[in-house]
């Protein structure tokens, strides 16, 4: 499975991004896909999560501001992100879990877009 990330760029506080991750393969739709970030000096952690059958998940500081979804049809997964802080700068990367329920440890990583947000 290759992963291909899209859609970061420069952006000021209070605006919004929308980054897409396209999957190749025929069995994306049965992928669990999620969104991480890696600040500069920081761990990566994950910010939202989508399984197989449309459960949700997002990390507190982004609840409200971004939204996840998957297009099966189209392999891709994206995640709108409004209302966006400085704190949101980071590397944003898509993974895939097998699993289908979880992404807890990704068996397939993108190459990471640089979302970087103004004060």
């Known amino acids: 499975v290759q992963l291909q990330a899209s859609g970061g760029g420069l952006v000021q506080a209070g605006g919004s991004l929308r980054l897409s991750c396209a999957a190749s393969?025929?069995?994306?739709?049965?992928?669990?896909m999620g969104w991480f970030r890696q600040a500069p000096g920081k761990e990566r952690e994950l910010v939202a999560a989508i399984s197989s059958g449309g459960s949700t998940y997002y990390a507190d500081s982004v609840k409200g501001r971004f939204t996840i979804s998957r297009d099966n049809a189209k392999n891709t997964v994206y995640l709108q992100m409004n209302s966006l802080k400085p704190e949101d700068t980071a590397v944003y990367y898509c993974a895939a879990d097998l699993s289908g329920v979880v992404v807890t440890s990704p068996n397939y990583w993108g190459q990471g877009t640089l979302v970087t947000v103004s004060s």
């Open positions: 393969g025929r069995t994306f739709g049965t992928y669990a």
